[in-house]
């Protein structure tokens, strides 16, 4: 069993910051990109951010000069920076992680719960 744990979202004002943190944890054998999605209401879920074991980084449009994603390989945690917020940034945030997972051959793609994310005007 492979668990994602995330915390850190939250209500924020226009222009505010939050800091995400999701924790791989469980039978993993191999833990290669994380990262975080988001889905507003009544849209897709889109990549927020990713990052793999060596620290190579992707970002969506929206957030580039604003979001930092980094990861503790030594913790199997990834962290989502989050500055600059604005209303449009307002979604549930879910971990991702793909893993070999004890008893497995195939990389596979986990999810975390999802947090929320509320930033006010």
């Known amino acids: 069993q492979v668990q994602l744990v995330e915390s850190g979202g939250g209500l924020v004002q226009v222009g505010g910051s939050l800091r995400l943190s999701c924790e791989a944890s469980?039978?993993?054998?191999?833990?290669?990109?994380m990262g975080w999605y988001r889905q507003a209401p009544g849209k897709q879920r889109e990549l927020v951010a990713s990052?793999?074991?060596?620290?190579?980084?992707n970002y969506g449009d929206s957030v580039k000069g604003r979001f930092t994603i980094s990861r503790d390989n030594a913790k199997n945690t990834v962290f989502l920076q989050m500055n600059s917020l604005k209303p449009e940034d307002t979604a549930v945030y879910y971990c991702?992680?793909?893993?070999?997972?004890?008893?497995?051959?195939?990389?596979?793609?986990?999810w975390g719960q999802g947090t929320q994310v509320t930033v006010s005007s």
């Open positions: 991702h992680a793909n893993i070999v997972a004890r008893g497995y051959v195939n990389w596979n793609d986990h």
């Open positions: 990052i793999n074991s060596v620290g190579s980084t």
């Open positions: 469980g039978s993993i054998i191999s833990l290669n990109r």
